[in-house]
């Protein structure tokens, strides 16, 4: 089992920066993946950016790519989510999620259901 809390979120002007952290605790060592979703109000939950937990590899959304960095500090068991040049559209609530592979199907890390704990979210909002 493993427990996510997010901080970083709040009130930021259309072409400025915000810096998610996805604090883990628990049994991180095994964990396969994290990932930052999003959901915006009256829209369906969005997959932002991936990072495994053991390799440098990650995964990004389209909306966000050139824009978002994910990145990881494994000895903190912290996750980053960087997002620069913040317009409008990615005002949401975003959401961390951790990836042990518990499914048999082993679903892409893109995808929520690759997903088996979450944090609450932090709410991101960017002002026109």
């Known amino acids: 089992q493993v427990q996510l809390v997010e901080s970083g979120g709040g009130l930021v002007q259309a072409g400025g920066s915000l810096r998610l952290s996805c604090a883990a605790s628990?049994?991180?060592?095994?964990?396969?993946?994290v990932g930052w979703f999003r959901q915006a109000p009256g829209k369906e939950r969005e997959f932002v950016a991936a990072t495994l937990w053991r390799d440098s590899t990650t995964y990004y959304g389209d909306s966000v790519k050139g824009r978002f960095t994910i990145s990881r500090d494994n000895a903190k068991n912290t996750v980053y989510l960087q997002m620069n040049s913040l317009e409008p559209e990615d005002t949401a609530v975003y959401y961390c999620?951790?990836?042990?592979?518990?499914?048999?199907?082993?679903?892409?890390?893109?995808?929520?259901?690759?997903?088996?704990?979450w944090g609450q979210g932090t709410q991101v909002t960017v002002s026109s």
């Open positions: 999620a951790a990836d042990y592979r518990r499914s048999v199907f082993n679903p892409a890390v893109t995808t929520q259901e690759a997903y088996d704990f």
């Open positions: 628990g049994r991180t060592f095994t964990m396969y993946a």
